[in-house]
């Protein structure tokens, strides 16, 4: 028994890291293969897809205006009501001389139909219809548009998660290093004590500064563990995967030459999806309008009648047309124009309002790419000259010739511009994207 258990004990030590393991998957992914994963898999861009379909299915209801409409139905009746009685008998072509004895007439008894009938309804003249057709039409138009720009934002909510992902990771790299650099200083620090160069408040601050880098850098690992859960997220992923990106932040800018470019934006999917809603508003005003005017149907039925179930002794049809208008509903057909108006411009001012607003959203997207475009190469500057000052400082006060304030205040720097660097880098990526998105446009 105690064999057993020891045999049992080591089977779990050794399953236990395995199974942890297998949670956590490593992902390596391109940008390029996460926009792939993101179009087949976001919830975002099947959902869209989904509408689309349905807006189809709504546009195909419309066919009725044109098709017919057929109806198949078996009827079993049992009664003895008199006048029913006396029909059922004309129906089946089984009246005789005897059935007109008013004592029959009047007490029939219990009689049978049993009625198969096929009928059909024929538009002709529905003209209010035809003007839905085309509300829904354009509708399905304005929905495959809203898909097309579901999936090109989506892409560039992709893109950013990538490269917010990926500064998280060069945050993380920075953060190591200066702890490093740190914890190197610390040692010196120590060393400088014990043999009187400083004193005990430099040590303390080492220790405090090894300290804030620590809390850095558990911050900054959960800030990375945050952007690959939802960069995972957006591609359809279990949110467990770890993704490691391999495009770097370092690609070398450059500044684009279509800034000075005139872009038109009429064409963009959100736009044209604006635009067929208009459409749809102003066929929806016109189909109201037309129900002001008749509509004409045919129609047409054959029957076979029996009193024998599924029987088909006997059998007729009609044939014939139906002209109908509907000259007043109560003040509700008017309210409906109305309302149709007061729709159709508030769909009109919404479309204007987004034009311009969209106009100056591509301005101001170049202007932030200029100047995103022009921090990098300030921020690069700047974290130069820090790790410089460092490298001189650090040098310096292992010799005992720099402050310990001084060599934590330029390690400080140092850290600070580095990350100072690769946010205005990240900056430059979504500058991109952005305007990217507002042109519908590859630009690099």
């Avoid at 411009?345 to 997207?365: G, P, Q």
Wanted: aromatic share 10%.
């Amino acid at each position: 028994m105690r064999n057993l258990t020891i045999y049992f004990t080591w089977l779990l030590l050794l399953f236990f890291p395995l199974a942890g393991k297998a949670q956590e998957s490593v992902l390596k992914l391109s940008l390029k293969n996460a926009i792939e994963k993101a179009s087949e898999n976001n919830w975002e861009i099947n959902k869209a897809k989904e509408k689309g379909r349905a807006a189809k299915a709504d546009y195909r209801q419309t066919n009725s205006v044109f098709l017919p409409i057929v109806n198949l139905s078996h009827t079993g009746v049992i009664t003895n009501d008199p006048l029913a009685s006396f029909g059922f008998k004309l129906k089946q072509k089984t009246t005789t001389q005897a059935d007109f004895n008013p004592i029959f007439l009047n007490d029939p008894g219990r009689s049978e139909n049993f009625n198969t009938k096929i009928e059909v309804q024929q538009p002709l003249i529905n003209i209010d219809g035809i003007y839905g057709r085309r509300a829904a039409n354009a509708k399905m138009q304005a929905i495959d548009f809203q898909t097309e720009r579901t999936i090109k934002f989506t892409k560039f909510e992709v893109k950013k998660a990538y490269y917010q992902l990926e500064l998280a990771q060069e945050a993380v790299i920075v953060l190591n290093a200066s702890k490093k650099m740190a914890n190197s200083a610390l040692q010196v620090t120590k060393n400088n004590l014990d043999q009187g160069y400083v004193q005990e408040a430099d040590l303390l601050s080492a220790k405090v500064r090894v300290l804030e880098i620590d809390n850095q850098l558990s911050d900054a690992k959960n800030n990375k563990r945050r952007a690959g859960e939802y960069l995972a997220y957006l591609l359809g992923l279990d949110i467990n995967v770890i993704i490691e990106t391999t495009d770097s932040l370092n690609k070398k800018p450059s500044l684009l030459s279509g800034l000075n470019e005139s872009f038109q934006v009429e064409n963009r999917s959100d736009i044209n999806a604006y635009r067929k809603g208009v459409e749809a508003r102003e066929s929806i005003l016109k189909s109201q309008k037309m129900q002001f005017l008749p509509r004409l149907n045919a129609f047409g039925a054959y029957e076979w009648n029996d009193d024998q179930l599924l029987g088909s002794s006997a059998n007729n049809y009609m044939i014939g047309a139906s002209l109908s208008w509907n000259l007043f509903n109560g003040y509700k057909n008017i309210a409906k124009v109305q309302k149709a108006k007061a729709e159709l411009k508030i769909s009109e001012l919404d479309f204007a309002d987004y034009l311009s607003r969209n106009s100056m959203e591509v301005k101001s997207a170049k202007r932030d790419l200029q100047v995103a475009y022009d921090k990098i190469e300030l921020s690069r500057l700047a974290k130069e000259q820090a790790e410089e000052a460092l490298r001189i400082r650090t040098n310096r006060y292992k010799q005992g010739l720099e402050k310990t304030t001084d060599i934590l205040y330029s390690e400080t720097i140092s850290m600070a511009r580095n990350l100072d660097y690769i946010n205005s880098l990240y900056n430059y990526h979504v500058a991109v994207f952005q305007l990217e998105l507002l042109l519908e446009k590859e630009l690099q």
